[in-house]
């Protein structure tokens, strides 16, 4: 396959070729879980009879959307839980895990994180600094955290050692800016049924930010109580502009509601402002989107692994979320590489991105991500905080076609950095 209207050398392009002919296979296996996925969501479209009328949306209160019930619905039917609450009011993945934490927890219980540390951008959220202004800490809510084994893996004895006077077990599915392994289905299958067997009670909350769609289950079907996740990501299918999601169950799914508005409305109101139809067409699409992201992460993931690059997790590994992280080794390489992925970018290709002094995060940060909706990770993009090992976390791509392209721009430029 050449590249007629891009300037890549040939000796790329010629590895490139042996590379996607290596990945066969596993675009086969992408694909039969998109199938598979594809088929969940029709099933539940159909069961919850969307129509054109739910396309549309409302003003002022909000109340009787029936679009916003009719996606709840879906959403709760493919998820396999009682209900969901999805939204375009939430501003981030990171403001729906918010208003889940202050919507379960209260004064004097404790959160136990069973992944080590969350996300950067969930520490102040927590309370971890101790200047954080409106934490989990300020309202006398106790945060511990068991860290991963050397392995990467869940340290699943101490977990199990740790739930004495806990009310909340968090679990990050993704790996974030870390270089661990991300949480698979069964690996939380096997935790979630162990902890279960200690203490019935206790709640189990996962941020499933990158990972919906990406197998066959979701980590409600396997004994979460809560997941959540953002519309820019996986379940917004490149179509949803913004907002998130809180799926599990029904009584759990109120409390948040009633963080999100107030006691009382919970659910009941929040106009949708003629979002509906981006947020139900972009479920609709997102296993697709997903297996396009996949794919363009398996491919980036074998052309570097060729060229000496560390990858993680591997291009033939099983995968459980959308993330590929590349170890660049040096901050001028991780720059070069962002800027190759943004001038593979639909929306301002033109740009340079530069490290900045992002909110929410202690070390600058580099992002690309020339996207429709600005920030959406479910596009191709490439981000990273300028610390070591100076490794990129790629993910996204709304159709493997451009995102080849995008991964083909990113490597060359960067074996042209000295």
Known sequence: MTTPYFEIDES???????????????????DEVSHHNSQKVLRAFSDQRISESHLSGTTGYGYGDRGREALEAVYAQVFGCEDALVRHHFA??????????????????????????????????????????????????????????????????????SLEGVQMVYL??????????SI???????????????????????????????????PTQVGADLIIGSLIKN???GLAETGAYIAGRADLVELCACR????????????????????????????????????TAVFAACLLDKLGYA????????????IQAVGLYTPEKLVAFCKGIQQGAPIDSFVSPEPWDMPGYHDQVIMAAGAFNMGASIELSADAPLRPPYAVWLQGGLTYESGRIGILLAVQNLLREK
């Open 12 to 30: 790329l392009l010629q590895l490139a070729r042996q590379a996607e002919t290596q990945c066969g296979p596993v675009f086969a296996r992408i």
């Open 92 to 161: 981030s993945g990171t403001h729906a895990i918010a208003v889940a934490l202050f919507g379960l927890l209260r004064p004097g219980d404790h959160m136990l994180s069973v992944t080590g540390l969350p996300y950067d951008t969930l520490l102040p959220v927590i309370g971890l600094d101790k200047g954080d202004k409106g934490s989990l800490r300020d309202f006398g809510i106790r945060y511990s955290q068991v860290d991963l084994t050397s392995e990467g893996s869940i340290d699943m004895e101490k977990v199990l050692c």
């Open 172 to 181: 990050q599915r993704s790996r974030g800016y870390s270089l661990r392994e």
């Open 184 to 218: 698979s289905i069964s690996q939380m299958e096997i935790l979630f049924a162990q902890i279960r067997e200690v203490r019935k009670d206790i709640l189990i909350v996962v941020d499933n930010c990158y990972g919906e769609f990406v197998e066959k289950r979701e």
């Open 235 to 237: 379940p917004g299918g």
């Open 260 to 295: 999100l508005t107030s006691p009382a409305t919970g659910k009941e109101i929040g106009a949708t402002l003629g979002q509906n139809k981006s947020m139900i067409q972009g479920f609709f699409m997102a296993p697709h989107t997903v297996a396009q992201a996949l794919k």
């Open 311 to 322: 990858v993680d997790p591997a291009w033939d590994a099983h995968r459980t979320d959308i």
